[in-house]
């Protein structure tokens, strides 16, 4: 792994490794409390955080614009190419004729071209696009969220702790960058679009994403969601691994199917978990024929992984399971393995509102000859995602 790979899954999975430790070692914790050591240790971090934050604002400032106006050249999923504008006060007029940068805030479902603003915009890094002539180019990127700004520029200029300091990072302090949910998902294009649940992400306009085997996180932005169908569409800029999402031929009760992803990390660890079971029905609760249900288990952090087949063909996203105490006080006994996924059908329904990435689907029928081979298949295509504020 690359030191910026150390350093960007630092100081993010770290933060689950540090809550995978806190029932240990809350009594020890408890017993130092408000010693001279355990006082020095939460100082150093503080002031390594402060001087962290310091370096990056000092990073983002170099380049920042205050309220500049510009102009929208081209709205995309990720965001928008914008062309920056001056204010001429000879002639009190405003002209397009300046550099294009690319801005996050941004997408085609709420901006059109040629819209203009004027706001205060943060420097975050670099963009690359390709041109119309088939060229790489390059171009400065802009966010309006100033902490956004500085969440990014630390990831890419490494302002975190290295994972050699350990011991002091455990101690990092939560109200800078706190971890308020996680959660599973799944490339399904080459060009870095994930999938996942609604309820994964409800609100998070921008989420974190672990991928490779958790050897790269990035930034994913949410560009399309759906709460009634429970899915959630990111675009991550990234070169992905994208599984073969279909409807299952002649599918019964009975077909064995296999849930992956991140359950319970600050339990079970940072390890993708995976488990195998049955379509116990072809429809969900209350009969819902948007979904399957299964007896596959599945915890929180599940949400928004892959059910797939043995062959590796992705026929869900597994997003439920039944609301134990619900089910007591409805029936009187305890649920056992009742979970639900979405099936592939209402996936593609879902997909099909934005035909760009429709268009991008992997459509080649898969061919693991394994379950074990299916499942190491799938795993390239696993995301963990994590929420932040």
Partial sequence: MSLKSKCLVGCVLLLLVSICLEAGAQSSRSAKKGGPSERTS????????????????????????RNMPFQVLQSMEDGCLCLEGSYDSFFDEITYDGNVFFWIDATSRFMADDETFRKDLF????????????????????????????????????LYD???????SRDVDDDDFEITGTGSGFFITKEGHV???????????????AYDGG????????????????????????????????????????RTVFALGFPNPELQGVAPKVTMGIISALTGMHDDEDNYQIDAAVQPGNSGGPLFCADGQVIGVVSARVN??????????????????????????????????????KRDQPSASSQEEAVKEITRSLVHIITVE
């Fill in 42 to 65: 939460l100082s150093k971090t503080s002031q390594r955080e402060k001087k962290y934050i310091e370096e990056a604002e000092k990073i983002m400032l170099s380049k920042s614009k």
């Fill in 123 to 158: 420097w975050c890094g670099t963009y690359q696009y390709t041109t119309v002539k088939d060229l790489p180019k390059t171009v400065n990127k802009y966010t309006t969220d100033r902490d956004l700004a500085i969440l990014i520029i630390r990831f890419n200029f490494d």
């Fill in 162 to 168: 290295d994972d050699d300091d350990e011991e002091e």
């Fill in 195 to 209: 999938l996942t649940n609604y309820h994964v992400i409800e609100d998070n306009d921008i989420v974190i994403a």
């Fill in 215 to 254: 050897e790269e996180v990035d930034v994913a932005m949410v560009i399309r969601k759906d709460a009634k169908k429970d899915l959630a569409l990111l675009k991550m800029d990234v070169k992905s691994v994208p599984v073969a999402l279909g409807v299952p031929e002649g599918v019964q009760p009975g």
């Fill in 324 to 361: 134990d105490s619900y089910y007591v006080e409805t029936t009187g006994t305890i649920a056992q393995k009742i979970n639900y996924a979405v099936k592939a059908e209402a996936v593609l329904s879902f997909l099909k509102e934005d035909p760009d990435v429709y268009r991008l689907l």
